[in-house]
């Protein structure tokens, strides 16, 4: 840990892991309730398709807007504005009853602030990052996972005792809104976050990052976030439609893939230190193809969440690494190649909605278990990438072999 560490900034680090907790608990309090939301208001599969590729859709514009926000004001009054709105959103959403205008008005807005809250949350964690100078943002997705474990459990107990849908939503915002106000004043303020690159910096940068390891390591990204996307968005109704599972197991699928996911994490680095980042991905991958194959061939639900269990223990690796191996092929430091990465975070989660949206539909009895399908398969494309991880560091040796470990620097948003 780097000297001069103040109570100011142990404060602003407190207020970031809250505000990764806040959100975490949000989202999987939203989307392990889909089966819930597409009852209360009779929508089809194709319907709940386009609602759900709404959000990250969404939240892409929602991220742009914030991040043209903290040259003026600072990321963290965009955090203190936007992540109560999420809560809120939540809320409205239990509120819309049957009225499917009001239900598509409060979701674009939930996408809209989740975005905003992105990009707003990961700046605040990086200047508290750069504030310590070691890696710490591997923690702040811990938290996010921990808490979306605990938002799962909580719908899981709201469905077991018939709480409605609207109580579900308003107690768990209820929480949300009152950690936010509690420690929102606290992060760090728009002088404290320090000047980032100019325009000019950032085009000069942009042209000495090579495109060709941005889009390998992207592809591997991408697919990785396609079937976290599946798994968050679909693995609730899967349970409940096709498995026949009760409403309050429908929602265990998501804790148990969340629960996989911190523990891998746990572990991660020692891997990666000991056996190189290519061997890693790898085993991720192949770990995540075991889980997404039982899920598709799961006869019951008990089945498929301990698949989804095996496939968060997979693929949970696959993002930090992405970011380890761009931000070794970035001479500038400036983060410009984690930023396009960061591009195929979106990507993928945006395909998983359409794509798995899209085929759903074709199957009145067993549309999902096909749906998922294309997901698993797709994950074949980390084994063709894998060698694109032992890229050599700027300046320095490659990642490649072990004794040359790096550190994952971070998860992607949602995954």
């Keep these: 840990m780097s000297q001069g560490i103040t109570t100011r900034d142990r404060q602003a680090r407190l207020s970031a892991y809250t505000a990764f907790a806040v959100q975490g608990l949000c989202f999987a309090s939203l989307v392990t309730q889909v089966p819930q939301m597409q009852k209360a208001h009779h929508l089809s599969d194709a319907t709940l398709s386009l609602v759900l590729l709404m959000v990250p ?57 989740v975005g905003a809250v992105d990009a707003s949350m990961n700046a605040q964690a990086v200047a508290v990052e750069r504030r310590y100078g070691v890696s710490l943002i591997t923690g702040f997705y811990a938290v996010w996972s921990v808490a979306g474990i605990l938002g799962g459990l909580w719908a899981s107990l709201s469905n077991k005792i018939d ?95 969340q629960i996989a996911m911190v523990v891998s994490r746990g572990v991660a680095d020692l891997a990666v230190r000991r056996s190189g980042p290519v061997r890693v991905v790898r085993l991720g991958g192949a770990v995540g193809i075991v889980g997404m194959l039982g899920v598709v061939a799961a006869p019951n639900a008990a089945f498929a969440i301990a698949a989804f269990a095996v496939a968060g223990l997979g693929l949970s690796v696959i993002a930090p690494v992405c970011f380890t191996a761009a931000g070794r092929v970035d ?32 199957s009145p009895d067993h549309g999902l278990r096909l749906a998922f399908i294309a997901p698993t398969a797709l994950i074949l494309v980390v084994f063709l990438t894998a060698k694109g991880f032992a890229v050599p560091a700027q300046g320095g040796d490659p990642l490649e072999p072990p004794s040359r470990a790096g550190r994952s620097s971070r998860h992607g948003s949602g995954v």
């Design 163 to 257: 709480l409605p849908l609207f109580a579900c939503f308003a107690i768990a915002a209820a929480v949300a809104v009152a950690a936010s106000a509690a420690t929102g004043h606290r992060l760090y303020r728009r002088a404290e976050e320090g000047d980032g690159p100019t325009a000019a910096e950032l085009k000069a940068a942009g042209r000495s990052v090579p495109w060709r390891p941005i889009l390998i390591v992207g592809a591997a990204m991408a697919v990785a976030y396609l079937a976290d996307a599946a798994i968050s968005n679909y693995g609730a109704k899967y349970l409940d439609d096709e498995l026949s599972s009760a409403d309050w197991v429908a929602p265990l699928g998501y804790v148990a893939y």
């Design 331 to 362: 001479p500038t430091g400036l983060g410009v190649a984690v930023a396009r990465v960061n591009i195929f975070n979106y990507v993928g989660f945006v395909l998983g909605a359409a794509i798995v949206g899209a085929i759903a539909p074709l």
């Design 57 to 113: 859709l969404v939240a892409g514009v929602g991220s742009v807007a914030s991040g043209a926000l903290f040259q003026r004001f600072g990321s963290g009054p965009v955090l203190r504005v936007s992540q109560p709105a999420v809560a809120v959103t939540i809320a409205l959403i239990g509120l819309t009853g049957d009225n499917d205008v009001a239900l598509y008005v409060a979701v674009a807005a939930f996408g809209l602030f």
